[in-house]
Nanobody, 118 residues
Framework: QVQLVESGGGLVQPGGSLRLSCAAS????????MSWYRQAPGNERELVAT????????NYADSVKGRFTISRDNGKRTVYLQMNSLKPEDTAVYYC???????????WGQGTQVTVSS
C-alpha cells in the first residue's frame, strides 16, 4: 500500500518560512519523480515544483521561483519543499505527488494546509 504523508504546514506571517516534508512508503521512491501541488479555495490544483527521480533536475512555477526550493533524500524516502518569503497568495492546501511515467503510476498525499496571514 502506497502512502505519501505530508507534514510541516501551518500558519505563518507574510515574509516567513515553512518547510514541508512528504514521507513515502510502499513504493520504490527512487524511481519516482516527485512534485508539490497546491490548491486554494475556488481554484484548480496547480503544480508548484517538480524534482526528477535522482534529484538532478527541478522545475518551478513562475509564481514561486526564487522563493521555494524542492529537494529529496532518496535514502529517507522523503521530498521537501522549503518555502521562503511567503505571501498571502501562497495560502493553499499543499499536496505531494509521486509519478512514474514508464509504469503509468501516480500517487497523491492527503495534503497539508499552509496559511499565510498576519
Amino acid at each position: 500500500q502506497v502512502q505519501l504523508v505530508e507534514s510541516g504546514g501551518g500558519l505563518v506571517q507574510p515574509g516567513g518560512s515553512l518547510r514541508l516534508s512528504c514521507a513515502a512508503s510502499g513504493l520504490t521512491f527512487s524511481m519516482y519523480a516527485m512534485s508539490w501541488y497546491r490548491q486554494a479555495p475556488g481554484n484548480e490544483r496547480e503544480l508548484v515544483a517538480t524534482i526528477t527521480s535522482a534529484g538532478i533536475s527541478t522545475n518551478y512555477a513562475d509564481s514561486v521561483k526564487g522563493r521555494f526550493t524542492i529537494s529529496r533524500d532518496n535514502g529517507k524516502r522523503t521530498v521537501y519543499l522549503q518555502m521562503n518569503s511567503l505571501k498571502p497568495e501562497d495560502t493553499a492546501v499543499y499536496y505531494c505527488n509521486a509519478q512514474n511515467g514508464l509504469l503509468a503510476r501516480e500517487y497523491w498525499g492527503q495534503g497539508t494546509q499552509v496559511t499565510v496571514s498576519s
